[in-house]
């Protein structure tokens, strides 16, 4: 079996999402759009049911999919509704929308609801993407109250630069959130990572953790937040090559061997959500030691440099990252965030691991 593998760690989930709500206080809600950034969201809503006090996903369907599943818990669909069938069906399933533009509202109005919604009003308070302005929130509550059809209103925004403890936006952004909410009743939530880990002026009803539910440190620095990586991203050396000085390596001739090299082949490219434009040096772990990667990533293979470690070879363990390749490193090395990265994983084998996980269900096998 191609070795290549995605390993998530439950605990560590269960850890993150314990801190998250500790540092925070009140609730929250454990951000599990996108598949749970790559670590698959059925297994992550299960490894914290019955802990977490809701979920949080940006579309219906990822939410339907977590119902099917049996997850009772709250779901906050990020994106609101697309449509009015969207509606009926969020109001069947006891989803709570968030409504950010005018549009929402107007649907909410109209709609012929099977139950009342669980309404969040998103305010714009400076990222400028979605939002209702400060101005016209206080009118867009009243509609909805009026409207009959929603039996909670809550007040949501989000924020540009959490995850930047030098920038005065983000107070900013709080200042615009608490006027423009001022006097309306009704739940609260601001935080998301950033937020938790850096802005304690955020901290209201619900919380929004994402990334740090995965153990990525949103913040600059390395770490020092406690969190613990839910992924490690794996796999083997199958192969081993000697280079001369000289020769080049891979793609495009990239890397050229500055001295006698030793190259393992390991089995992960891009097609797995290993980044292309990974440079030469970026960090990895072979059997536990720190290399890097060589020459150009390819679609199922990359290459490291095993030169200085005459332990490894053809079976080796190669850590992309994980506990001891932080992905932020990794991340920073191609220029990207680790969001990206964990969510771009697929094809790999993904194992579930962890104290609880003996819970879930066995996959479904065909007969
Ligand atoms: C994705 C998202 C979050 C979670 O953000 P992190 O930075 O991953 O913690 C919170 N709120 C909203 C509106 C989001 O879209």
Known sequence: ?????????????????????????GRAFAVLKANAYGHGAIACARALAGEADGFAVAFIDEARALREAGVTAPILLLEGAFDAAELADAARL????????????????????????????????????????????????????????????????????????DSSVTAEQIRVFDAATRGLPGERSLANSGAILAWPDARRDWARPGIMLYGADPLPGDGGSGLIPAMMLTSRVFAVRELAAGEPLGYGGRFVAPRPTRVGLVAMGYADGYPRS?????????????????????????????????????????????????????????GTI??????????????????????????????
């Not at 989803?95 to 012929?112: D, F, S, V, Y």
Request: net charge positive; hydrophobic share 40%.
């Open 278 to 334: 990974a440079p030469d040096g970026t960090p990895v772990a072979v059997d536990g030691l720190p290399a890097s990667t060589i020459g150009r990533v390819s679609m199922d293979m990359l290459t490291v440099d095993l030169t200085d470690l005459p332990g490894a070879g053809i079976g080796s363990e190669v850590e992309l990252w994980g506990r001891r390749v932080p992905v932020n490193r990794v991340a920073q090395g191609v």
């Open 1 to 25: 079996m191609r070795p290549a593998r995605a390993l998530i760690d439950l605990d560590a989930l269960r850890h993150n999402y314990r801190l998250a709500r500790r540092l925070h206080g």
């Open 338 to 367: 680790s969001y990206e990265l964990l969510c771009n994983v697929k094809r790999v084998a993904f194992e579930w691991t962890g104290s609880e996980s003996g819970t879930m269900k066995p996959p479904v096998r065909p007969s």
């Open 94 to 165: 006891g989803l709570w929308p968030a409504a950010h533009h005018a549009a929402q509202i107007e649907m909410i109005e109209k709609a012929i609801l099977p139950a009342p919604l669980h309404v969040w009003l998103k305010v714009n308070s400076g990222m400028n993407r979605c939002g209702f302005p400060p101005g016209a929130l206080r009118s867009a509550w009243e509609r909805l109250a009026a409207s009959g059809k929603t039996s909670h209103i809550g007040f949501m925004t989000h924020f540009a630069r959490a995850d930047e403890p």
